[in-house]
Each structure stands twice: as C-alpha cells, then as structure tokens.
C-alpha cells in the first residue's frame, strides 16, 4: 500500500513536469490523447473488476462527446457545465442499460454491449438533424480558462492528466476497500459472494454505471478539446480499441489501464509510421492485423495483462517448482472464475 | 407499397439464407466448443476474395470455389489449432476476446492482401431475372437461396445419420462423458472450426455474385449472423436456419418501408429484446451444459 502510494506520488510528480521537457505541440498531443484513452481504460478495467467485459463502451465515449457538444451549441452553456452534466446524463442511460443487461451472464452481456454500441453509432450516423450525420458536428465551443481564451494545448495537458490521476486514484480506491473486496469475491464467485451476503446485482451496477461515466467524462472533455466530432471514432472498432488497452494492461488491474492506453497508443503512431515505410502500398486500417495478432497473444499467454504476465515469467524462472497458486497455468482459472 | 412487399420478402429471403449458413457456423462452434467465435464472417470474407483471385487466374468458377472454400476450411482449422486450442480450458471471455483478435487479424491481412477494393463474382448461371409472384429475383438469388438449403440439409443428415455427426452431437452434449467413450473433444473442435468455415465460405462466394466482395465485409456478416444464431438459441441448428430468415426479412422490411441506414439497428433491438426477453432465444432450443 505504501509503495503504491509512493508510486502514484512519483507518477503525479512525473506527470506535473513532464511538460517541462516536452515542448512539441505532437508529444502534448499525444499525451493529452494518451489521458483521455486512460480514463475510458481505466473505467473498462473497473468493470472487468468485477469479472465482466463491455464492447459498449466506446458507445459511452462517444455519448459523453455528442452530449457535451450538443448541449453547450445549443444551449449556449459553458463546457465547464455541460461536461459534468453529460457525465451525469451518461451514467443515467448506463443505469438504464445495465437494468436488463447486467441480468445477462458471461459473454450474454458482452453481447449485449455490443449490440448498444452498434445500435448508438447507427444513431449518431442516421439522426443527421441532431447529430450531422457522418458530417459530424464542427465548432464545437471551446474551454475557456478564466473566461477569456480558449484553452491551450498545455492547460488542456494539466486539465486532462488531473483527470486520468483523479480518476486511476477514485478507481483504486474503490478496489481495495469494501466495494473492492465484494468485487474481488464477485470475480472468484457470483454465487458464493451473494451466499456471503454481497449484494451481486448492486456493486455490478455500480461499477458498469462508475465505468460509463469514466467514458462519458473523457469523451466530453474530448468534444471540446478537438473542437469536431464524427460517430466513426465512437464505432464497434473502437470499443475493441479500448478492450485492447485493458487487456495489455491486465483486464484487472487498474495501473495495468494506464499502461495499456499509453502503450498501445504509442506502439498505433509507431505502426502508422513505420509501416508504410515497409510497405508503401497498404493504406487504410491495416493495423487492425498487428492488433489482432497483439490480442490473440497476449490473451493465449498473459490472460492477466503483460506487467502482470512479465511479473509471473520472472516468478516461474526463479521459482521452476509449481508454486501454488502462482504458476502462470493457473492464471485464467484463478482470474476469470465465473 | 402493395408491389414492394413481394420484391421486399423476396430479397429478405435471399440474405436471409446467406445468414442462415453464417448462424449455422456459429451454432456448430458454439454447441461443441462453448465459443461464440466471432471471427465467423471473416471466413466468408477470405473465400469470396480467394475465390475472386483464383478467377483473375483463369481458372473456371467451379474450380476457383472449391480450392476457396478447401482453403478457407484449412484456415478454419489453423484457426482452432494456433489461436484457439493453445488457450482451451481459459475462461469464455478469454476465448471470446482471443475470437475479436482473430477476426481484427484476418481482416487487417485481407486489406494487406487484397486492398480496400471491392471484388466482384459473376452469377454462377448468367440470364434474365425471374419474375415471381410481383417480385424480381435474379438467379443468382435461386442459387443462394437453393444451395443454403441444400447445404442445411447435408449438415442434418450428416448429424442425424453419420458416426462422426453422431460424434459431434455428443460432444455438444457432454465434453466429458464423449471422452470416456473414446470420442475426443479435441478432434471434434477441429472438425466444428473446420465445418464453420465450409459453411462460411459457402455463404461468401455464393452471396459475392449479389453483393461484391471487400476486406471489411466479414464483421457486418458476422454480426447478422450472429444475431440470427442468438435469436435461434444458440445451441439450435433449426433455430439458427429460422433465425437466418428472420433477420434477413426484417433487415429487407425495415430497408423498404422505414430507410435503409435503420436496419441495423433494428437488427440490433431485435437481438437485444430476444437477449433480455428469453436467454434461450426465440426458437426454443435445449440450453448448452457448461462442459
């Protein structure tokens, strides 16, 4: 506890002067990216906390930016306002999506997030009077710091990194007290835990409510950082995207969410990069195969993310007997018990 | 709107049956395994656009879509024995999640292989369109329509009255008590990821002629499919097929009368009340054991 005290102080510390040495408008644009990618990963993982996958939830991203936009176009509200509501107006629709859906076991409610998600970006593509379409929605309002200017790229970092640590913060505080334990009992057993007097359906509410609003969040702040939205960052692709963030980091693991969003959001400028120089005909989303090839690996041999997984590797190769309960062969088992 | 709806049943009818092949994929990897494999339009995907090579090359259509769909069920199995069996025994959300990787890659290869072009078939008999009952169907359409069935029909005789399709039905049933009779579970997930892409790549070179073929049309089939197996029950071959035409005719219905950029949702709603409403889906079937 100490040393992740200890560690989340050095990461604030690191994060407060990172800037300092970052001077390219393209690295602060990366990080603010990076930030927001965070904060919808971090929800995902939260939800995995409690042993269930979403592939709704670039559907939630995408409701917090349309909601933010619209309200601040066409209300004439200050983001400063319309970002918290459409956070809040989010989290309602999660409640009401999780009413029937968190009823669903296992991969049912996989399923059902992933019907939401499409049927959202179909939405955000046919209701052209509300949303323009594939056109999209342009000038967006921007934030304004002290009600004069439109926020820099630099406040946008600060504003966007308090957010991301705020919310890694509230997110592990959630998993290691009581509302943690019951999850943790949760994941090993939804019908022990509930035999234990833990009241499955609400915590599991909670956390894909809590999850929603992380997306919401993020993809408000979004709207109105780049200032233009289109449903195609908010379709089933991304929702995939987001999965694959979480699960390098360890679909259970709430620091590993950070890692996965920076990680993977690198190693995709890296792909866009580099590739072409190998191959100069591809175009488009040839990268969908890396990633592919990426997930399938990772979920074959570290079911439990790659910080997690390197951990394990360097345990089995000083440790070669069986460890109880700490082989790599046990992992899945052990982490995914449904 | 009178002339519309016979041209509209029509045409549900004839992605409905492309469906109903896809569907049927997903229920035989489903009732053996416990793994919806997401990655079954991809399959359809890969034998259209191999299909479609092979023809550049000279070679007759009949011969193009056998070494297609030989070569698409050699994936199939490559499929199950690299992705899919190195993780067996891990929980269903980690096989379904490795199934996303699966498809993401084929569909990234395929745009690497074949570009982001669309592809094209000709009808395997060339003429003039037939007209039904007030509706037009082409004739490529009869094909769709009669090879599903036909293919529907070998699978459940092949279930119904073969020892390995015997094999294959007690696997569903029980993993376990299969094994102790000398049937091997493993085998059998070969044979169900195997038969899945037959099936798939039945449904994507028939349905190429109709609708052309590209890179990233495996994850909307897919998807349709898919729907179509969960609105059967998932562990129901019969609900499946049904389940192929259902959503084939609400898909046409909702194009014709409400717009066409609605149809997937509703597909969508519909996949959603039948989740929501009845876990086993609409066609009542027997619930899959976990194994």
């Given at each position: 506890m100490t040393w992740e005290r200890a560690g989340f102080a050095l990461l604030a510390a690191g994060v407060a002067a990172l800037p300092v040495f970052v001077s390219t408008a393209y690295a602060l644009a990366l990080l603010n990216i990076i930030g927001l990618y965070a904060i919808v990963t971090v929800g995902l993982v939260l939800l995995g906390c409690s042993g269930q996958v979403s592939l709704g939830q670039a559907a939630f991203y995408g409701l917090g930016a349309y909601g933010s936009a619209l309200l601040s176009r066409g209300l004439g509200w200050s983001p400063w306002l319309t970002i918290p509501a459409a956070t809040a107006a989010v989290a309602g629709v999660a409640y009401a999506v999780g009413l029937?859906?968190?009823?669903?076991?296992g991969h049912f409610f996989v399923l059902a997030t992933l019907g939401f998600g499409v049927i959202v970006n179909v939405l955000m593509v046919q209701l052209v009077p509300v949303t323009?379409?594939?056109n999209g929605l342009r000038d967006i309002p921007p934030l304004q710091i002290a009600g004069i200017r439109p926020a820099t790229e630099r406040q946008f970092y600060y504003l966007i990194w308090t957010l991301a640590l705020g919310a890694l913060l509230l997110a592990r505080n959630i998993t290691s007290h009581r509302t943690g334990r019951a999850l943790r009992a949760i994941l090993g057993s939804e019908v022990a835990a509930a035999a234990l007097g833990v009241e499955v359906s609400r915590y599991k509410m909670q956390v894909f409510v809590a999850s929603a609003a992380y997306a919401a969040l993020a993809g408000a702040v979004y709207a109105h950082y780049i200032r233009f939205i289109s449903p195609s960052p908010f379709a089933l692709y991304a929702s995939l995207f987001f999965l694959i963030m979480a699960v390098v980091g360890g679909l259970t693991n709430i620091w590993g969410g950070l890692f996965g969003a920076a990680a993977v959001t690198v190693l995709d400028q890296v792909i866009r990069a580099q590739v072409p120089r190998v191959f100069p005909r591809v175009g488009g989303e040839y990268q969908t195969a890396i990633y592919g090839v990426l997930l399938v690996v990772i979920m074959i041999f570290f079911p439990r993310g790659l910080v997690r997984g390197a951990i394990d590797l360097r345990h089995a190769q000083a440790h070669p007997l069986p460890v109880p309960g700490g082989t790599a062969d046990a992992e899945p088992a052990e982490e995914w018990r449904a | 709107m009178s002339t519309l709806l016979p041209q509209l049943l029509l045409t549900g009818l004839t992605t409905g049956s492309i469906y109903a092949l896809v569907a049927l994929g997903f229920v035989l990897i489903y009732s053996v395994t416990?793994?919806?494999?997401?990655?079954?339009?991809e399959f359809s995907m890969l034998s259209a656009l191999v299909c479609a090579t092979l023809l550049a090359w000279h070679l007759p259509l009949g011969a193009a879509a056998l070494i297609a769909a030989a070569a698409v069920c050699a994936v199939g199995a490559l499929t199950e024995r690299l992705a899919i069996r190195p993780a067996s025994g891990a929980h269903p959300l980690t096989l379904l999640i490795i199934t996303f990787g699966v498809s993401m890659a084929f569909r990234g290869i395929a745009l690497m292989l074949w570009g982001a072009d669309p592809y094209a078939l000709p009808e395997f008999t060339p003429g003039p369109a037939l007209v039904l009952l007030g509706g037009v169907l082409i004739r490529q359409a009869i094909w769709a329509i009669a090879l599903s069935l036909a293919v529907v029909a070998a699978l459940f005789v092949f279930f119904a009255r073969t020892v390995p399709g015997a094999a294959v039905r007690a696997c569903a049933d029980n993993a376990f008590a299969s094994r102790l009779v000398g049937i091997s579970p493993r085998r059998m997930s070969l044979l169900a990821f195997t038969l899945s892409a037959a099936l798939g790549a039945v449904a994507g070179i028939v349905m190429t002629p109709i609708t052309g073929a590209t890179y990233d049309m495996g994850l909307a089939l897919g998807l349709k499919g898919f729907v179509a197996a969960v609105i059967g029950g998932l562990a129901n071959a019969p609900g499946a097929v049904l389940g192929g035409y259902l959503v084939g005719l609400i898909e046409a219905l909702t194009t014709g009368y409400?717009?066409?950029?609605y149809g997937t949702a509703i597909t969508f709603l519909v996949l959603l009340a039948v989740l929501f409403l009845q876990r086993e889906g609409l066609v009542h079937g027997a619930r899959r054991r976990p194994a």
């Open positions: 029937p859906a968190l009823r669903l076991a323009g379409g594939g | 416990g793994i919806l494999n997401f990655a079954q339009g409400l717009s066409p950029g």
